[in-house]
């Protein structure tokens, strides 16, 4: 019973940011944007809700982002009943290069400017991976639940 309740407090814990902002209003940070690089720019499509952005990163920084990933690659899972395995479905490698357990510094600028476009503070990104498909790779058609 007692774990059940630190595991209850733990997920109202995770959670304590979404119930912050029911009860005192939801707020958009401020980020600074002086690190946006030379051409970024983001295009609505439409009434979709759907932005293109364009000159992300700069070639120096995808660059960087290779040579963080490249020692890290491993080849890519799929999860199936909650469990990461292999599948001929998938055919690539996939390296972890940023999130909290691996708060690479030269990422830093590229996750801010995400932040900043989703409005969310960096710490509530996703992790940052990076997947790499040789020739001949590929990943199958599936759903994502």
Request: charged share 20%; glycine share 10%; net charge positive.
């Amino acid at each position: 019973m007692i774990d059940k309740f630190l595991r209850r407090c733990a997920s109202v814990y995770g959670r304590r940011h979404y119930f912050l902002s029911k009860l005192l209003g939801a707020t958009v940070p401020v980020h600074n944007l002086s690190f946006l690089p030379d051409g970024f720019t983001v295009r609505k499509v439409g009434q979709t809700g759907v932005g293109v952005v364009a000159g992300f990163c700069t070639p120096a920084e995808a660059q960087a982002i290779i040579e963080v990933a490249r020692p890290k690659l491993k080849p890519s899972e799929v999860v199936q009943k909650g469990k990461a395995v292999m599948a001929a479905g998938r055919q690539s490698e996939t390296a972890y290069v940023f999130g909290s357990g691996n708060p690479d510094p030269l990422l830093i600028p590229i996750v801010c400017r995400a932040a900043a476009l989703t409005g969310l503070p960096y710490t509530h990104l996703e992790a940052v991976y990076v997947t790499r498909y040789a020739e001949g790779g590929h990943y199958n058609e599936h759903v994502d639940y």
